[in-house]
C-alpha cells in the first residue's frame, strides 16, 4: 500500500482535483473547455519533455523558455518575410536545435556546468530574439497553412493534441525502448558508472540537451502559429511551470526520477489547476500562491535529483 | 511521506471545497490586466474589480503576467466560465483576435481598456493619446521656450506610449528650433527600467551639457530618469522632465522641490476601470443600446495635465 501511494500517490491526487473540478467548477466538464485545457497543456507538455529529457541525462536545461521565444521570432519573421511556412518552421527547428547542440558542447567540451552553459545560452537567445524583432512583436493574418499547425483539426482531433502525443510517444519510446534512452538514463543516475561501462556519457548528454531544444522549437512554432504573432518573451510564462511539471512528474509513476508519463500528466494537472480555478473565480495571485506550493511540495519530494542536477560541477 | 501526501491532499481539499463554497451565482465579470507589474494595469483592473463588487456582481480578475499565451488562455477560461461581460485592461485584441471572436460568437460583451480597437469588442476607454501625447510635448517645448535640444525615452511596443512618441515627433516637425538629440526604446517589459537606466545614462553621457529637456513615454521612465538627473545634481527646472500617465508617486515628485520631475497629463485610469463596469450596467444588464454610451469604437476620457500648479489638489 505504501508502495502504491508512493508511486501513484500524487497521480491520484491529481485525478481527484480533475473530479474535483468536474463537480464544483461551473462548465469544466464542458467538451469546449476539456479541449481547451487539452490545447494548452500541449505547449507546457511539450516544453516539459525536453526539460525532462535533459534532466534524464542529469544536466539543467534553463534555456528552454528564451530558446523557444527565440524560435516562435525566427518562424514570425520568415512568416512576416512571406517565406515558405515550412521553411519557416525548419528554420525556427533548425535554430533551437542548434542552441541545445550548443549547450551540448559547453557542458561536454567546455565543461561548463549545464546550470551555468545554459543561463548564458538563455541571455544570447534572448538577446537574438530582441535583435530580430527589435522589441515589436511580428502580428499579422499568417497564411493558414501555418497556423493550421496549431489551430487545424484532424479527424476531429484538434493538432495541437497531436503533436503533443507524438511527442510524448517520441520521447517515451526514445527513453524506453532504445539503447540510447537506456545510456541517457544511466549517464543521469550514475555519470561515472555508466563510463566505465562504457557508455558515451558525453555523446549522452549533447543528445539530452540537443532534444530539450529541438522540443523548445516545437513549441515556439505551435505557440507562434496558434497566437498569428511572435513576441521575443512570448514562451518566457512557460519556464517555472515546465520545471514545475516535471518536479511534479518526478512524484509519480517512477518517484524521484524525470519521467515521460508524469511530466505530461503533471502538465495537464498544472493546466487543469489554472483552468479550474479560473472557473470558480480564484483571483490570479491564488494561482500564484497554488503554483508556488505544488512546486515546494514537488521539490521536497525530488530533491536530491534535482539537487545532483543543479549542483555538479 | 505518505502522512505528508495525506496532509496535502487535505489542505488543499478544504482550501478548494471553500473556494467552490465562495462561488456566487450573480452577475459575473471577468477583469484581464495584461501585466500586473506595470502599475497602470493594476490600477484599472482593480479599480474595475472594486466597482463590479459595489453592485453586488461576482468578479474574477486575472494578471496575464505580459505573456500573450497566458492572455489567451484566461480569455478561452472567462468564455468556458460563460461570465456576463469581460473587460481587458491593457490588452492585446490583435494578438488574441481568435478569443475575442469566440467571445463574441458566445455572446459574451467585451470592453477594453487603453488595448485599441477590435471588431469584436463593444469599444475600447482610452484617454486619447493623440491628444494626451501633443498636450504632454507642447507643455515641454513651452518650458523650455520652443527651443534648444531634448531627448527622448520611449516604449514602442506598447500602443498608447507609441501614439504619444509619433504625436511627439509631429510636435516635433513643427517647432524646428527645438532639435531632438538622441532618444531610446525601451523593449523588454520584465527588467525594462534596467534599459530605462542604461538608455538614459547613455543619452546623458553622449549629450552632456547640451540637453535642455527630456520627455518620457510613461511616468514609469520618469521615476528612474529623475533619480538619474538627481545623482549628478540637476535641479528642477534646468532639466524639464515631462510624461504621462500620473499617480500618487508622480504628485509627489511634482510637488517635491528636490526633484526635476516638472509635470506629468495624468490619466484617470481607475476612472477607466469604473467607467467599464458602467457601460457593462447600462448595455448588459440594463439593456441600453451601447449608442447610449458611444456611438464608434473609442470612448474617450478626459486627461488632465498636473504640474506646480495644480498638484497640491491630487496630492489630496
Given at each position: ?13 491529481g ?96 565543461r ?50 497531436m ?14 525502448w ?5 545510456h ?13 561501462s ?5 555523446r ?35 519556464f ?42 480564484a ?31 | ?10 489542505t ?31 490600477r ?35 468564455i ?17 483576435d ?36 501633443a ?5 515641454l ?79 514609469g ?23 504621462i500617465?500620473?499617480?500618487?508617486e508622480?504628485?509627489r ?20 476601470g ?8 447600462s448595455?448588459?444588464v ?16 478626459d ?14
Open positions: 500500500m505504501k508502495s502504491f501511494i508512493e508511486r501513484y500517490g500524487t497521480a491520484v491526487a485525478l481527484a482535483l480533475i473530479l474535483f473540478f468536474v463537480i464544483f467548477a461551473p462548465n469544466f466538464a464542458t467538451p469546449a473547455n476539456l479541449l481547451n485545457v487539452l490545447k494548452d497543456t500541449s505547449f507546457l507538455a511539450i516544453m516539459a519533455l525536453g526539460f525532462a529529457l535533459a534532466l534524464t541525462i542529469a544536466e539543467l536545461d534553463l534555456s528552454i523558455a528564451e530558446v523557444a521565444s527565440l524560435g516562435a521570432v525566427v518562424a514570425g519573421w520568415m512568416i512576416h518575410k512571406q517565406f515558405d511556412p515550412l521553411l519557416a518552421v525548419v528554420a525556427a527547428l533548425a535554430v533551437t536545435a542548434s542552441l541545445g547542440g550548443f549547450n551540448g558542447f559547453c557542458v561536454t567540451k567546455l561548463v556546468p549545464s546550470l551555468i552553459a545554459t543561463l548564458g545560452t538563455a541571455a544570447i537567445a534572448r538577446g537574438l530574439a530582441f535583435m530580430l524583432t527589435q522589441g515589436v512583436a511580428f502580428v499579422g493574418r499568417w497564411p493558414t497553412n501555418f497556423t493550421g499547425l496549431a489551430r487545424g483539426t484532424s479527424f476531429g482531433i484538434p493538432h495541437l493534441v503533436w503533443m502525443a507524438v511527442a510524448t510517444a517520441f520521447a517515451y519510446v526514445l527513453v524506453k532504445t539503447r540510447t534512452g537506456a541517457m538514463t544511466a549517464t543521469g543516475e550514475s555519470d561515472e558508472a555508466a563510463r566505465l562504457g557508455i558515451a556519457t558525453a549522452m548528454k549533447r543528445i539530452g540537451l540537443f532534444l530539450s531544444g529541438l522540443f523548445a522549437g516545437i513549441t515556439a512554432v505551435l505557440l507562434a502559429a496558434n497566437l498569428s504573432s511572435a513576441s521575443p518573451n512570448m514562451a518566457g510564462d512557460y517555472l511551470y515546465a520545471i514545475a511539471a516535471v518536479l511534479l512528474g518526478m512524484t509519480m509513476f517512477e518517484p524521484g526520477k524525470p519521467n515521460i508519463p508524469g511530466t505530461v500528466f503533471a502538465a495537464l494537472v498544472l493546466k487543469v489547476l489554472g483552468n479550474g480555478l479560473v472557473l470558480l473565480g483571483h490570479y495571485y491564488v494561482q500564484d500562491i497554488v503554483l508556488g506550493v505544488i512546486i515546494i511540495g514537488s521539490v521536497a519530494f525530488s530533491a536530491s535529483v534535482l539537487k545532483k542536477a543543479a549542483f555538479k560541477v | 511521506m505518505v502522512t505528508f501526501k495525506k496532509r496535502m491532499l487535505a488543499t481539499a478544504i482550501a478548494l471545497g471553500l473556494l467552490a463554497a465562495s462561488t456566487a451565482q450573480a452577475f459575473e465579470v471577468g477583469v484581464i490586466g495584461f501585466q500586473f507589474s506595470a502599475e497602470t494595469h493594476a484599472v483592473a482593480n479599480a474595475a474589480a472594486a466597482a463590479a463588487k459595489a453592485k453586488g456582481w461576482s468578479v474574477t480578475v486575472l494578471n496575464s503576467e505580459g505573456a500573450l499565451p497566458k492572455h489567451a488562455e484566461q480569455f478561452d477560461a472567462l468556458a466560465k460563460k461570465v456576463d461581460a469581460i473587460i481587458v485592461a491593457m490588452g492585446k485584441p490583435i494578438e488574441a481568435a478569443q475575442f471572436k469566440a467571445a463574441k460568437d458566445k455572446g459574451i460583451p467585451v470592453i477594453t481598456v487603453q488595448s485599441g480597437s477590435s471588431p469584436h469588442a463593444l469599444f475600447d476607454i482610452q484617454s486619447n493619446e493623440y491628444k494626451v501625447g498636450e504632454a510635448a507642447l507643455y517645448f513651452g518650458q523650455m521656450g520652443y527651443q534648444g535640444n531634448m531627448v527622448s525615452a520611449r516604449f514602442d511596443l506598447n500602443a498608447a506610449s507609441r501614439i504619444r512618441g509619433k504625436i511627439l515627433e509631429q510636435v516635433l516637425s513643427e517647432n524646428q528650433a527645438v532639435k531632438e538629440l538622441g532618444k531610446f526604446s525601451m523593449a523588454r517589459t520584465q527588467s525594462w527600467r534596467d534599459d530605462v537606466r542604461a538608455g538614459m545614462q547613455a543619452l546623458l553621457l553622449q549629450n552632456q551639457g547640451k540637453i535642455n529637456g527630456i520627455w518620457a513615454s510613461f511616468d521612465q520618469a521615476y528612474i530618469i529623475d533619480d538619474l538627473l538627481k545623482a549628478q545634481g540637476v535641479k528642477k527646472g534646468q532639466i524639464p522632465l515631462v510624461s500617465d500620473g499617480g500618487p508622480s504628485y515628485r511634482i510637488a517635491d522641490p528636490d526633484s526635476t520631475f516638472l509635470a506629468t497629463v495624468t490619466i484617470p485610469f481607475e476612472e477607466m469604473v467607467m467599464a463596469i458602467d457601460a457593462i450596467d448595455i448588459v440594463k439593456k441600453q443600446p451601447k449608442s447610449s454610451i458611444t456611438s464608434g469604437p473609442y470612448l474617450f476620457t486627461a488632465v495635465l498636473v504640474d506646480k500648479n495644480n498638484v497640491q489638489k491630487y496630492l489630496k
